[in-house]
Structures are given as C-alpha cells and as structure tokens.
C-alpha cells in the first residue's frame, strides 16, 4: 500500500513538473523579424520597442487611445476610424508586455505604463496637449499621466475604468505566481476575453485574434508584473487627482458590465466630477457593442 501511494506521488510530482512545459504558449522571440511582417509602425524608446498607429492630418488635434489590461491596440479599431473620419489625428499603441511592443523584465506598475507614455509621446515629436482614451485598466494610467502631466493633456475619456485593489497574495509567491500564470491563467485567457461582452455571440473571432502575441517571450511574466504591481493597488487616489486638474472628462459605462460592474461606478462619480454617460445593452467594451452611441459622443466631447 505504501508503495503504491509512492508511486502515485512520484506520477504526480512528474506530471506537475512537466505541466509548464506543456501547457506554456511563449515559444517565440518577438525580434525585428517578426515586427517587420506585422502591421502598424514601430519606434525606439527609452524602455524598450514600442507598437503603434497613427493617422489623420499632422496639424490635427492629436487623439491617443490607450488599450486596456490585455488585448493589444486593435481593441480600438472603430474608434480609431470614427475619430480619423472626424479629422483629428489619431494615435494608438501597445502597452509593454502586450501585442507587438517590447516585454521588458520590470515592474508594470501605474508609473510604469505612464513613463510609456510619456517616452513615446517625446518619440514621435508631440508636444502639443493631445486628449486621451483610456479603458478598463487604462482608466488609472490616463488619469494618472493627466495628474503628473497636466500641460501635455487636454481633454480625457474614460470607461468602465478598473478602479478597486485586487486581493491576489498567491500570486506574489515566488513561483508560486509564475507556476499559476504558465499552467492555469495565461491558457485560459482568450476564452476568458468574451465575458467582456454582454453578447459575447457577436464577436466569436475575438479569442483567435487575442492568441498571436501569446506566442512571444515575456507575455505572462509581463501579465503576472502587472497583476502584482498594478492592480494591487486602489486606483481611486489617481481618479480624484485626475478630478484635481479641471480638466474636461467624459465617463461612459456599460450598464451589463461584469469585469467592472456598473454598480460600482459611483466609488468613481464620488471623486470624479465629469460628464457621466450609462452606455446600455454593453459590457466592459462599450465601443465595441454600441459603437454608434459612443463613438459619436467621444467625438462631440473632443471637438468642443
């Protein structure tokens, strides 16, 4: 008996060893090879390659749309064509750790993604104060970078913005975290994309589109950072420094969001005194499910 529960611990402490190798999706370098067969266009800053879009006139007022936790920058496409339409210049990009931009070994924290920002905006020459569109996890990053930067922003969009701490301590394990990520989370993530949705029937491409930057080196290791620099933390304290600054603010929400349920934006109005906009039958994507509601009202608030 004794020996057959050996046994069946040792099969067990085997199969647990080789699950990472099974289960990891990370077998490619994301080098210049790849980048010169994607679309889009790339530039050098000070941490690292950064993924990015732009259009519309150069003497235009400048849009910057910032994704959120995950899904790389194509999470914008209609609203970076309603906007482009609108005349402004429209830029997008990939936060680091997601799409085609760098995956640097760092802490992804509110300040991290905000650097990000700021380097790419020196890269590309523009100073003139552009508008910013944050979503879910950006929300806290627009806000943040609006605080820090007040002269360099003139109008904010935010919505359904992550606003409460996550309580993850097992994650912060060492190994622990990383064993979790590789075997469990990061595998689970493109079908885990669709409770974004209220009608998650409409977008049965979306999983397949977000699986191509899981193949690349430093996808989860850039996921699990943030998880435990990032969303560890309340971000209500960037919100109201966002408030602080008198700037324009637009926020929308979808009434059947779950990821960030539309209960809790009043934790949000309570310090953020802007322009407030229930987006119906949509979930954490608003733009996505009603585009013709939102895009239309982010493009109005914009050209006042």
């Given at each position: 008996m004794k020996k057959k529960a050996a046994i069946a611990l040792i099969v067990i402490a085997v199969i647990l060893a080789v699950l990472p190798q099974i289960r990891d999706t990370e077998k490619l370098e994301l080098n210049d090879e790849v980048r010169a067969q994607a679309p889009g266009s790339f530039v050098n800053t000070p941490m690292g390659v950064v993924h990015y879009e732009m259009a519309g006139p150069p003497e235009a007022q400048t849009v910057?749309?910032?994704h959120g936790g995950t899904v790389p920058y194509y999470l914008w496409d209609p609203t970076f064509a309603a906007l482009q339409d609108a005349g402004?210049?429209?830029?997008?990009?990939?936060l680091f750790g997601r799409g085609y931009s760098d995956r640097p070994d760092a802490a992804y924290s509110n300040a991290f993604f905000e650097q990000q920002l700021f380097d790419l905006l020196q890269a590309l020459d523009i100073t003139d104060p552009v508008d910013l569109v944050g979503i879910s996890m950006s929300g806290a990053i627009v806000a943040g970078f609006t605080a820090h930067h007040p002269e360099l922003v003139r109008r904010v969009v935010i919505m359904d913005p992550f606003h409460e701490r996550m309580n993850i301590p097992l994650l912060g394990l060492p190994g622990v975290g990383d064993y979790i990520m590789t075997v469990f989370m990061e595998p689970a993530l493109p079908k885990m994309q669709l409770d974004d949705f209220y009608r998650p029937e409409r977008f049965p491409d979306w999983p397949d589109r977000y699986r191509f930057q899981m193949q690349y080196k430093g996808f989860h290791r850039a996921l699990l950072s943030t998880l435990l620099n990032f969303a560890n933390e309340d971000k209500l304290p960037y919100f109201q420094a966002l408030d602080a600054t008198g700037k324009?603010?637009?926020?929308?929400?979808?009434e059947q969001d779950r990821t960030v349920p539309y209960e809790t934006h009043t934790r949000v109005t309570s310090v953020l005194h802007g322009e407030f906009l229930p987006i119906p039958e949509a979930g954490h994507l608003p733009h996505l499910e009603q585009p013709d509601i939102v895009n239309p009202k982010i493009v109005s608030f914009l050209q006042r």
């Open positions: 910057v749309l910032v402004f210049r429209v830029l997008r990009y990939d324009p603010v637009l926020l929308m929400w979808g």
